[in-house]
């Protein structure tokens, strides 16, 4: 058997067990991935992942009212309603 133990592939493996809903975390200032084990693992794992997701959502927020000011009534109304499908998946 041939394994590809590239940095690439392990990456791609921790993020599809990831969406298998296993918590691996990455800590800070430290190398390696650990399986969250405890309410402070968890918490930093989540932390980590909003403090991209927040200021992906304000700069998104901006781009909606950009939109509003220079598209035709039409146009916007459109994306608005993509962006907000992106806000605010079904559940």
Not at 10 to 15: G, N, S, T, V
Not at 25 to 46: M, P, R, W
Request: charged share 25%.
């Amino acid at each position: 058997m041939n394994f590809d133990v590239s940095l690439e592939n392990i990456r791609l493996q921790i993020r599809d067990l990831r969406y298998k809903g296993i918590l691996i975390i990455s800590k800070a200032g430290k190398s390696g991935y650990k399986i969250a084990v405890n309410e402070d693992d968890i918490s930093s794992y989540f932390q980590h992942y909003l403090s991209y997701i927040i200021p992906m959502l304000e700069k998104a927020n901006i781009a909606d009212e950009a939109l509003k000011i220079s598209l035709d009534l039409g146009n916007y109304n459109k994306i608005h309603k993509f962006i907000k499908a992106l806000k605010e998946p079904d559940i």
